[in-house]
């Protein structure tokens, strides 16, 4: 299997260059000989596991290999529900992580507030970890001038910024956001925000958006706000939080999003729909590649591991 | 009375709570105490804050293992408190966003800390792929079927599992690896979830019970003796 992948590579028709191919060569026949090392039942240092690791991520990103991707009825259904919004609805999208997670959950936060802005929703940004709003800040900066330049602040998207109180402050802005949030990031009081007319709370939210992984994030948003406020609530999570998030889908939770994978899904809807937004860069449809690649050789090591400890049996059986 | 006052004061708060939710008239209590929880938060704040500098403090003064790490842990606490507290090179002033672009906090935050933390958390991938090799062992049953929803998983997350099963058949699509993945999520895995949560619900409403009535005091320290 693990040398059919420049086969596969072909045969999804990525551009893999010429350096691709020699370094998976190198990956390839390194892992044979491992399987080698395997069959005489010899532990891999882990050492070495380290360097494969490192070669698999740094191969795809050297020589970026991007595959298509189909988006997942998961995916698809959080992308259709703000494609079918009517337009100057008012979506909030909460950046509930820390540069740790970024890497996962950022690309969704991209994507999510570009199709938002695109479908002219009234975007609201918030944040319940003190670190999110700094990664909501960058967000705004990189995204906001360059691609819609003729969006204003207060008329189209507002920050209302992080606020200290975890699960607390959701318990709060369920019935009135201003309690919680008397101002927007610039200290702009609320009743002075043209997006605030007639939005005293998230009831009279059409969407909950939340970007996270940790607590408070997805799982608190559901109980406090999704439930109580019968406000939908889709979820962008880290690969390890989301299949926590599967018994809430699909009453709970209109659509999730995990980790890189359903990054890159919403990102091909996304390009499907609005193919301006492939010049702006697909982070997960790139990162997938040195995903990809990095779990074969996670599941190479798993198998190594299983020869070894089934070769070590054997032969301590005979004795 | 050092430990009936916070006793009575948990009792008599968690049971109007709990009679707010079915009171129409009070029923918006719980959110006011909320906002109490944000007041109370700021003064465990100053209390993390002083006693971050107290346990760095002592052990820079007393040569303890390491301590040289402290300075660093010391200097960046005041610096990032300096940059945040008073705005320091921000362009909108005192109002401004504290993380807004020019100032001093928000550069240390792009330029220290999202480095920082997104490299420790990258280091996760090396950790996760030693562990598998060690772990994943068809040792018995149990093992071996978590092992191969392991493998389906972890193919089904890439476009390798599409690739290898697209030869299937159209009747076989169930078996095709992504299809499989899905399976195990909205299946198996919902299931134990679900079990999960239950579990931890029940847990939730007995721990509260416990610390309403007084039988568990380990949050008075000492472990509540």
Known sequence: MIFDVPLLLLAAGSE?????????????????????????????????????IFLSVS?????????EEQATPVVKRAFDHIENLPEGSRVLLSFDFDPAMAPEVQPMADAIMRHALAKNHKVIFMSLWATGQGLLDQTMRRILPVEFPDKIDGRD?????????????????????KKMFPSDVNSVPLDSI??????????????????????????????????????????????????????????????ILGGIKGAAEYESELIKQYPQFAERGTPGLVMMGPQTLAHVVIIAFIVFGNVAYFVGRRREMKR | MKRQVPLFITFFVGTLLIVSVFSPPIETLGEDFSVFFDIIAVFAFFLGGGNLLRVHLT????????????????????????????????EGGIAASVTAEESLFGMIFNSVLIPLQSTMYSL?????????????????????????????????????????TAWMPSSLSAMEIPNLAIWI????????????????????????????????RTYLGDDGK
């Open chain 2, 185 to 216: 999520m909205n299946s198996p895995n919902l299931a134990g979830q679900r079990a999960i949560l239950i579990g931890i619900g029940l847990g939730v409403v007995s721990m509260s019970l416990r610390i309403i009535l007084g039988v568990e």
């Open chain 2, 124 to 164: 996760l991938a090396f950790f996760i792929a030693s562990a598998s090799y060690r772990a994943f062992r068809a040792k018995n049953r149990e093992a071996t079927i978590l092992l191969v929803a392991a493998f389906i998983i972890l193919l089904g997350r890439t476009a390798f599992g599409t690739m290898l």
């Open chain 1, 194 to 255: 043209e997006i605030f007319e007639g939005v005293s709370s998230c009831r009279d939210l059409d969407l909950v958006v939340t970007f996270g992984g940790g607590k408070p994030g997805a799982k608190e948003w559901v109980l406090f706000v999704g439930d109580r406020a019968s406000v939908p609530v889709a979820v962008g999570v880290a690969a390890v939080v989301a299949p926590q998030m599967y018994p809430y889908f699909p009453d709970q939770v209109v659509g």
């Open chain 1, 157 to 177: 998207y507002v920050s209302v910024g992080y606020t200290a109180g975890n699960e607390g402050v959701l318990n709060v802005i369920v019935s009135d956001f």
């Open chain 1, 16 to 52: 893999a260059t010429a350096g691709t191919y020699v370094s998976l060569l190198v990956i390839g026949l390194g892992l044979l000989a491992l399987l080698y090392v395997s069959i005489k039942a010899i532990e891999v240092d882990r050492r070495v596991i380290f360097l494969f």
């Open chain 1, 59 to 67: 191969v795809p990103i050297l020589f970026p290999i991007t595959f």
């Open chain 2, 59 to 90: 052990k820079i003064s007393r040569r303890k293992h390491d301590w040289a790490y402290s300075i660093v842990t010391l200097v960046g606490f005041v610096v990032m408190l300096w940059a945040g507290l008073f705005k320091v090179w921000n």
